[in-house]
Nanobody
Framework: QVQLVESGGGLVQAGGSLRLSCAASGSIYSIFFMGWYRQAPGKQREVVAT???????NYADSVKGRCTISRDNVKNKMYLQMNSVKPEDTAVYYC????????WGQGTQVTVSS
């Protein structure tokens, strides 16, 4: 069963950039649907960006134009490049894969200071 491990979170100033990584324990080549989600304190988990094996990507309106999701099927990794970050981007970010069931990483904290 594939396992997902996020990294790259941390403290960043507003306007800065951050790249989150998600490493899979196995091949992601055949995983059609993957994505990044986030959960802020007191709020429900929400989608940030998704990427299919066919190359289609989708973004939440709140991050459109500032974030880029990408997949590296050779390295079995997925990334989220975050630019022009805002304090409202502060959340725990989770990597997700649909492999017949939902697979989640443990999350990585992103804190944006104003």
């Amino acid at each position: 069963q594939v396992q997902l491990v996020e990294s790259g979170g941390g403290l960043v100033q507003a306007g800065g950039s951050l790249r989150l990584s998600c490493a899979a324990s196995g091949s992601i080549y055949s995983i059609f649907f993957m994505g990044w989600y986030r959960q802020a304190p007191g709020k429900q988990r929400e989608v940030v960006a998704t990427a299919t094996g066919g190359g289609s990507t989708n973004y939440a309106d709140s991050v459109k134009g500032r974030c880029t999701i990408s997949r590296d099927n050779v390295k079995n990794k997925m990334y989220l490049q975050m630019n022009s970050v805002k304090p409202e981007d502060t959340a725990v970010y989770y990597c997700y894969a649909r492999v017949g069931r939902d697979v989640w990483g443990q999350g990585t904290q992103v804190t944006v200071s104003s």
